[in-house]
């Protein structure tokens, strides 16, 4: 079969989000009391006062709850990210990919706010693997968002030079340009084959995890790893009806909830990081509205009953 281009790879996953519907566990925040997170300003309207965070294993800390920026590209980018800080995101997520670092990074200075309350992940891509060019495609994606350090930064595919890739973060991270390292849709076998040679253990593991893909074996693993899970495409970006799903609709009528906050209440019960994405303010707020309720263990077994226990993405594998 023909390899795909990167361009051609893109164009395929533009294509399969417009086609989209919609464009029981304990929460580990790490020693002590949950701690808040970039304290947003309260005089803004809508802006919420906090985000709890996890620690990871290194000690930095990581809000629970973020906002993911795929598709995010050119203006919109810059509105929606200024957007989702004005009210109240402090995890911003990004790669390079996806093309809109520019656009992550005009957002984050046009809302003004400090850069030390930000938490900014970005990802080294496969055609960037090995350890000059890693270290090439770190400082060009700290050029494009105008940034001097990363929070995160991520080996975006267990594919290519990953052990070159990994080598140049770590030494990224000893010179104090990053402040966590971690990987990517990474399984069981590619972290085992990483930690045989990492000085540094990853810090995070970004894989696709929703209601219909829940990852509870990587779950249980990661958590063995001491390796912090965080969910791309929590709310599977409204495919399989995640949006009008009855199950997940039945349990927020309970709670006077939508489907979305059903969900990323779940994953934050889970003590999973989630990272959804809207360009509607409206619904970045009620991405963010979840601290208010907690679903029960009835509800968190009825939810685990959904899992089906497949990606919802094909074309990205």
């Known amino acids: 079969m023909k390899r795909k281009t990167q361009a051609e ?41 906090s985000i709890e965070t996890i620690t990871l294993n290194n000690g930095i800390k990581m809000p629970i709850l973020g906002f993911g920026t795929v598709y995010l590209n050119d203006d919109l980018g810059v509105r929606c990210v200024a957007d989702a800080i004005s009210v109240g995101y402090r995890l911003i997520d990004t790669a390079t990919v996806y093309g809109n670092e520019a656009s992550v990074g005009g957002g984050i200075k046009k809302s003004g706010i400090n850069r030390e309350e930000l938490f900014v992940t970005s990802k080294v891509w496969v055609d960037d693997s090995g350890y000059e060019k890693a270290k090439k495609a770190f400082q060009t994606s700290l050029d494009k968002l105008g940034l001097d350090y990363l929070d995160l930064y991520l080996i975006h595919r267990p594919r290519g030079d990953v052990q070159g890739s990994w080598k140049a973060m770590e030494d990224l991270y000893n010179e104090g340009r990053i402040r966590a390292i971690g990987v990517s849709n990474f399984e069981s076998n590619h972290l085992d084959e990483l930690m045989s040679y990492a000085n540094i253990k990853p810090a995070v ?77 409206a619904h970045m707020l009620e991405n963010l509205n979840i601290f208010d309720f907690e679903l029960d263990e009835s509800d968190m077994h009825t939810i685990a009953s959904l899992d089906l226990n497949i990606t919802q993405f094909p074309e990205w594998e």
Do not use: C, D
């Open 205 to 281: 593991n970004q894989i696709e995890t929703h209601a219909f893909f829940q990852q509870e074996n990587a779950n249980i693993a990661l958590k063995q790893y001491g390796i912090q899970q965080e969910a791309w495409s929590p709310l599977a970006q409204g495919r399989n009806g995640h949006f009008t799903n009855e199950t997940l609709a039945a349990i927020g009528k309970k709670y006077n909830k939508n489907n979305a906050q059903v969900s990323l209440r779940w994953h934050y019960q889970r003590g999973i990081v989630a990272i959804p994405r809207s360009s509607q303010k």
């Open 9 to 49: 790879r893109i164009r395929r996953r533009e294509f399969i989000h417009r086609s989209a519907t919609f464009a029981a566990g304990t929460l580990l925040l790490g020693s002590g009391s949950p701690e808040l997170f970039g304290t947003a300003n309260s005089k803004r309207p809508g802006a919420i006062t």
